[in-house]
């Protein structure tokens, strides 16, 4: 089994540190989402993570080997990342932009083997995508890019999934379905899962363990019930959170009441 | 589609041949000794340098939409023109003999100036390690202060004006052995493009995004400075035979994509044999057009290639917006 983990972690850009000291321990088989107000870091954590950012200290090992030793392209098939991208503005095909996920694999100047492509081929069908094989990238909705992403991330065949906010953007049937499709994933193929969230909602119910980040550091680290509290949240995101168990589902409702009017001041 | 256009550019001109004459005058010793002349020594060479040429600019235009993530991007971008045409005003001006006769003291002068403007360019924006964007500007800011330098020299010898017109304007009639230009430009835009061409895949990733390609295991810096390297080599080749010939580069990838796709691995050859279609086009024009006048190569390229550039951009934002 998988561990991926961040011994005190310094990570920015240039000399300016964004996140200090951070350390954890992820396990297979657990989806881990990061959250933490704009600006606190999160992008710049998955990227350090993913060894797209040298880290300013400390360091990141995949089974206690520092990734910063490992080649730029075993990396690569060892963790996937997907960062940000809102609209996709090249009109590659489904096909060709989930087949660049091959690329570690396959190097970049040989052709693709059989292998590689019953690869590709899976992964559209894994995300219903074969039907949009020869549609280019440009006239998808934003849930399909969704998927196109995901699928993309899992034609790389990694240990590790770095997900950077996949659920921007999506109307509550999408967000559902991709996360449903993560969880899946992370059963079937014991992923290691790390994804930034916006949506604190959407926390309770998908995530196993959630990195809370503020201030230039971890504020909170733990089960969703543990680190969603009125008192974490607040001093992250230095806001007044109502929190209260959800009727249905049991896991933690998260709100940002508006003041009373009727209560002075 | 290229053959059909370099046999019309062979047979077609102010002499017009038959291409059974042309086939004659190419394979028969003994056929009409002033025809064959015409076809060996002035059209066929003079095709092949417009393919050539044509070549280049397709596929460096296309490689560097691609790196730089933008559909405005053309070969000329990070200063090789510029830098082309300072390097042949320098030498017109100052009148140097150069260091062989067939190549021509201009040509190599621009070859030069244009291979320096690139390098020029890489290092003020910080030698690959910021983003591919800050290139664009600092090939914009090279470019005008190279285009300054151009008129300044000019400001010195007025009566040179003319001959700086062409180079700057575009032109295949710049060289006096138009074998000796093909001989020259030829392996350097050959060796150029086959390298973009074998760059398929990592082109696709740099056109991804930045971090998508890293997080591929991508040495970005290394591709994009191959990319520049490969490219520039070409263009500076094309610049030295034809001066500034614009809007070819932009164009061939644009009309190419709809043919075969947005994959880089297809559209970068895809869009240096469009570009040598357009560019041997182009050249049967500029020198049949006017009875006893060649005219600039580069303006029809821009006149002719505008208006087609705003069909295929219109059909494909409709064929968008219809889905």
Same mark, same amino acid.
């Given at each position: 089994?998988?561990?991926?983990?961040?011994?005190?972690?310094?990570?920015?850009?240039?000399?300016?540190?964004?996140?200090?000291?951070?350390?954890?321990?992820?396990?297979?088989?657990?989806?881990?989402?990061?959250?933490?107000?704009?600006?606190?870091?999160?992008?710049?954590?998955?990227?350090?993570?993913?060894?797209?950012?040298?880290?300013?200290?400390?360091?990141?090992?995949?089974?206690?080997?520092?990734?910063?030793?490992?080649?730029?392209?075993?990396?690569?098939?060892?963790?996937?990342?997907?960062?940000?991208?809102?609209?996709?503005?090249?009109?590659?095909?489904?096909?060709?932009?989930?087949?660049?996920?091959?690329?570690?694999?396959?190097?970049?100047?040989?052709?693709?083997?059989?292998?590689?492509?019953?690869?590709?081929?899976?992964?559209?069908?894994?995300?219903?995508?074969?039907?949009?094989?020869?549609?280019?990238?440009?006239?998808?909705?934003?849930?399909?890019?969704?998927?196109?992403?995901?699928?993309?991330?899992?034609?790389?065949?990694?240990?590790?999934?770095?997900?950077?906010?996949?659920?921007?953007?999506?109307?509550?049937?999408?967000?559902?379905?991709?996360?449903?499709?993560?969880?899946?994933?992370?059963?079937?193929?014991?992923?290691?899962?790390?994804?930034?969230?916006?949506?604190?909602?959407?926390?309770?119910?998908?995530?196993?363990?959630?990195?809370?980040?503020?201030?230039?550091?971890?504020?909170?680290?733990?089960?969703?019930?543990?680190?969603?509290?009125?008192?974490?949240?607040?001093?992250?995101?230095?806001?007044?959170?109502?929190?209260?168990?959800?009727?249905?589902?049991?896991?933690?409702?998260?709100?940002?009441?508006?003041?009373?009017?009727?209560?002075?001041? | 589609?290229?053959?059909?256009?370099?046999?019309?550019?062979?047979?077609?001109?102010?002499?017009?041949?038959?291409?059974?004459?042309?086939?004659?005058?190419?394979?028969?010793?003994?056929?009409?000794?002033?025809?064959?002349?015409?076809?060996?020594?002035?059209?066929?060479?003079?095709?092949?340098?417009?393919?050539?040429?044509?070549?280049?600019?397709?596929?460096?235009?296309?490689?560097?939409?691609?790196?730089?993530?933008?559909?405005?991007?053309?070969?000329?971008?990070?200063?090789? @023109?510029?830098?082309?045409?300072?390097?042949?005003?320098?030498?017109?001006?100052?009148?140097?003999?150069?260091?062989?006769?067939?190549?021509?003291?201009? @040509?190599?002068?621009?070859?030069?100036?244009?291979?320096?403007?690139?390098?020029?360019?890489?290092?003020?924006?910080?030698?690959?390690?910021?983003?591919?964007?800050?290139?664009?500007?600092?090939?914009?800011?090279?470019?005008?202060?190279?285009?300054?330098?151009?008129?300044?020299?000019?400001?010195?010898?007025?009566?040179?004006?003319?001959?700086?017109?062409?180079?700057?304007?575009?032109?295949?009639?710049?060289?006096?052995?138009?074998?000796?230009?093909?001989?020259?430009?030829?392996?350097?835009?050959?060796?150029?493009?086959?390298?973009?061409?074998?760059?398929?895949?990592?082109?696709?990733?740099?056109?991804?995004?930045?971090?998508?390609?890293?997080?591929?295991?991508?040495?970005?810096?290394?591709?994009?400075?191959?990319?520049?390297? @490969?490219?520039?080599? @070409?263009?500076?080749?094309?610049?030295?035979?034809?001066?500034?010939?614009?809007?070819?580069?932009?164009?061939?990838?644009?009309?190419?994509?709809?043919?075969?796709?947005?994959?880089?691995?297809?559209?970068?050859?895809?869009?240096?044999?469009?570009?040598?279609?357009?560019?041997?086009?182009?050249?049967?024009?500029?020198?049949?057009?006017?009875?006893?006048?060649?005219?600039?190569?580069?303006?029809?390229?821009?006149?002719?290639?505008?208006?087609?550039?705003?069909?295929?951009?219109?059909?494909?934002?409709?064929?968008?917006?219809?889905?």
């Amino acid at each position: 089994m998988t561990t991926f983990t961040a011994n005190g972690l310094s990570c920015g850009y240039g000399r300016r540190a964004v996140l200090n000291s951070v350390s954890f321990t992820l396990h297979a088989g657990a989806l881990t989402a990061i959250l933490g107000p704009n600006g606190c870091g999160k992008t710049t954590l998955l990227k350090t993570l993913a060894r797209l950012l040298p880290p300013l200290g400390g360091s990141v090992t995949i089974d206690r080997q520092s990734i910063s030793t490992l080649r730029r392209r075993e990396v690569a098939r060892r963790i996937a990342f997907a960062p940000q991208v809102l609209a996709p503005d090249w009109p590659f095909t489904v096909s060709e932009y989930v087949a660049l996920g091959r690329s570690p694999h396959a190097g970049w100047w040989k052709p693709l083997t059989a292998n590689d492509r019953t690869v590709i081929a899976s992964s559209l069908h894994r995300f219903g995508l074969t039907p949009f094989a020869k549609t280019p990238v440009t006239e998808l909705s934003g849930g399909e890019w969704q998927r196109v992403r995901l699928a993309k991330a899992l034609a790389q065949e990694p240990r590790i999934l770095l997900l950077d906010e996949p659920t921007a953007h999506l109307d509550p049937r999408f967000q559902f379905e991709l996360l449903s499709q993560v969880r899946e994933l992370i059963a079937e193929r014991s992923l290691t899962a790390v994804v930034t969230l916006h949506d604190l909602n959407l926390v309770g119910p998908w995530a196993d363990r959630v990195i809370l980040l503020a201030n230039g550091g971890v504020i909170a680290d733990g089960p969703p019930a543990e680190v969603l509290t009125t008192a974490k949240l607040g001093e992250a995101y230095a806001a007044t959170f109502a929190v209260a168990p959800h009727p249905v589902t049991g896991s933690p409702a998260v709100v940002v009441p508006r003041p009373d009017p009727q209560v002075q001041p | 589609m290229l053959l059909t256009a370099l046999a019309a550019s062979v047979a077609l001109g102010s002499a017009r041949l038959s291409l059974s004459e042309v086939w004659d005058a190419l394979t028969h010793a003994d056929a009409d000794p002033t025809t064959r002349a015409i076809v060996t020594q002035i059209r066929l060479p003079r095709s092949l340098l417009a393919a050539i040429v044509g070549v280049g600019l397709g596929a460096a235009g296309a490689a560097y939409q691609a790196v730089f993530r933008n559909p405005l991007a053309d070969p000329f971008v990070i200063g090789s @023109a510029s830098g082309g045409a300072a390097g042949a005003v320098a030498v017109i001006v100052s009148g140097w003999a150069g260091v062989s006769e067939a190549i021509g003291a201009t @040509a190599t002068g621009a070859f030069a100036g244009s291979v320096f403007a690139v390098l020029l360019v890489y290092l003020i924006a910080g030698a690959g390690r910021g983003p591919a964007e800050s290139l664009l500007l600092a090939g914009a800011t090279v470019s005008t202060l190279l285009g300054a330098v151009v008129w300044l020299l000019l400001a010195f010898a007025r009566d040179r004006l003319p001959s700086v017109m062409w180079w700057v304007m575009g032109g295949l009639n710049l060289s006096r052995d138009t074998w000796a230009a093909v001989a020259v430009a030829g392996p350097l835009v050959a060796g150029g493009v086959a390298v973009l061409c074998s760059l398929g895949r990592p082109l696709d990733a740099l056109r991804a995004g930045d971090d998508t390609a890293r997080a591929l295991g991508l040495p970005v810096r290394w591709v994009v400075l191959v990319v520049l390297v @490969a490219a520039s080599v @070409a263009v500076a080749a094309t610049v030295a035979v034809g001066g500034v010939i614009g809007f070819v580069g932009l164009v061939a990838p644009h009309l190419a994509r709809p043919l075969v796709g947005a994959s880089a691995g297809r559209l970068v050859p895809t869009a240096g044999l469009v570009g040598a279609v357009l560019l041997v086009l182009a050249d049967l024009a500029a020198r049949s057009l006017h009875p006893s006048q060649e005219l600039p190569l580069g303006a029809i390229t821009a006149l002719a290639g505008g208006p087609v550039f705003l069909v295929v951009l219109r059909t494909n934002s409709q064929r968008r917006a219809a889905v």
